[in-house]
């Protein structure tokens, strides 16, 4: 279905509040605002705690999905905090690596220390992938606006000359990214996870979400599997994956599908049913409000789902919906 001008125009609209870090920082000081949105928020974040987050993992990994996990956070902007996040992250690789879990952590560099220094970040990225090697577990860095892009793929490169256990997000939506996968040829050899891009970007960096998206997204996949990149389709787009699946790739050795929790989990449970790879992005911690604002700009019908799930009594219980 073709998206409608007053959709697109919401859709810009939640991304520019996503932004709002007056916006983020009331939610979160204001207990009764914060409940009632955690509600909506719940859809799609696993909990407040690493607990929960586990338990939808386990959960998931008894119907066959691998995980990928992340405690939301970016833009930290104290050293201190960057490095309690560090912290946390050490502790969801311990506990994976405990539970036998074929799980991921995930993460944004400017949560473990890319606003206060490079340096932090490095050392933070360093620290979790000798941990994380060690366990046998896989670390991603994700994507963040364009205007990091250049430091976030120096901080990666450097650890990635290290470590083989790093993976990196890429963004169809920007110009740059075709020459950006080029240099991680030779740059880097692990995992790349191709998404489309949540973020509001200038035009004359970005293409908006169009067909010639969908055509960039499907090249990009090409080129990541012709210069031997293990790749993870990230995208709920069905049209792409139809796309992917009718080309052959997704029966290429390290080509997987991964979806965000409670996210088209009938499209997981049809790919898994085809014995395709799938792995489920799951989210946990108290710093969502973004995470929240983006789902919902991307499919702007979300915002239904969201006022039924604040007015609703009963948790979002979204691992349930996966078969």
Request: proline fraction near 2%.
């Amino acid at each position: 279905m073709a998206t409608t001008d007053v959709e697109q125009r919401f859709a810009a609209t939640m991304k520019s509040l996503a932004r709002r870090a007056d916006l983020k920082e009331y939610v979160e000081r204001t207990p009764a605002v914060y409940a009632l949105l955690q509600r909506a928020a719940a859809k799609y974040v696993a909990g407040d705690r690493r607990a929960e987050a586990l338990e939808a993992g386990i959960r998931l990994g008894e119907k066959d999905y691998a995980v990928s996990i992340e405690y939301i956070g970016e833009n930290t902007a104290d050293a201190a905090a960057c490095e309690d996040a560090v912290r946390e992250m050490g502790e969801i690789v311990r506990d994976l690596a405990e539970r036998g879990m074929s799980g991921r952590v995930s993460f944004d560099l400017s949560h473990i220390g890319l606003m206060v220094d490079a340096e932090l970040a490095y050392k933070g990225l360093v620290a979790l992938a000798e941990q994380a090697e060690q366990a046998g577990i896989e670390l991603f860095i994700s994507m963040e606006e364009a205007a990091k892009t250049e430091e976030i793929l120096a901080v990666y490169r450097r650890a990635a000359a290290r470590y083989s256990n790093i993976g990196i997000t890429l963004q169809a939506q920007l110009h740059r990214t075709v020459q950006d996968l080029n240099r991680l040829r030779s740059d880097a050899t692990g995992r790349v996870r191709l998404v489309k891009g949540a973020y509001q970007e200038p035009s004359g960096l970005s293409i908006p979400r169009s067909e010639e998206l969908n055509e960039r997204y499907l090249g990009l996949v090409e080129d990541a599997i012709e210069q031997g990149h293990r790749i993870s389709i990230a995208t709920h787009d069905e049209g792409i994956v139809d796309e992917v699946i009718r080309r052959g790739w997704a029966r290429l050795p390290g080509v997987e599908f991964e979806m965000l929790y409670g996210i088209r989990p009938d499209l997981c449970s049809r790919l898994k049913q085809a014995a395709y790879p799938v792995r489920v992005y799951l989210t946990y911690g108290r710093e969502w409000y973004l995470y929240l604002c983006h789902r919902i700009a991307e499919y702007p019908p979300n915002i239904y789902q969201a006022i039924v799930d604040i007015a609703s009594e009963a948790q979002a219980d979204s691992a349930a919906a996966y078969e």
